[in-house]
């Protein structure tokens, strides 16, 4: 449904990402960030899946600046590699390459969000904190712990599992203190990972309902 495009980061660094386009008359637009695995086969059925709901979706493939085109799956081996390209990244280049993403629909789009998933989900709650960003949601970030005395600038919801281990209690209270007026929302039985099917951690339940949530989400705060 989509194809790959080419985008210009503050800095001038040229990365990749992928674009879905709806049918008809776009209702906004929104900039998908990804897991640790890279803009995989996921990322763009997730861009899919927006653009079928009528949004202009661009994933960009923040990855490029450590490692060009890569695409990981779930193995272990897979998550290890993940996890140390996403330790040679930092936040203001990913924001930086967020904002880049969004800058290239808006003229198409009118406004924009930002929706990301575990590493992606820290990053999106920077854009809503740092960014221009009309929305933002947040799926499973444990990083946003991190910065939750920055107030958001736009608005933002939270999507989490109950048993997440990797973010756990003491980070949701983290969030919920130093942004208090932010829905965290919080699924039973769901883990880390819970909305990707690909993944052994997927919850259907939990992704059904985040996923409902996030649309009315974006149909109030975008269009």
Known sequence: ?????????????????????PAGKPKGGVVIIQEIFGVNKHIK???????KDGYIAIAPALFDRVERDLELGYTPEDQEKGKATRGQLDWDNSLNDAQAAAEAIRGDAGKVGIIGYCFGGSVAWIAATRGNFDASVSYYGGNAADFA?????CPIICH???????????????IKAGQPQVPVYLYDGAGHGFNCDHRGSFNEAAAKTARERTLAFLAENIG
Request: proline content about 2%; glycine content about 14%; charged content about 40%.
């Open 149 to 153: 005395n920055e107030a958001p600038k």
């Open 1 to 21: 449904m989509g194809q790959m495009v080419k985008l210009k980061s503050k800095d001038g660094f040229e990365l990749g990402a992928y674009r879905a386009d």
């Open 45 to 51: 059925e997730v861009c899919d899946g927006y653009a």
């Open 160 to 174: 989490i599992g109950k048993e997440d281990k990797g973010i756990g209690a003491e980070k949701v209270e983290k």
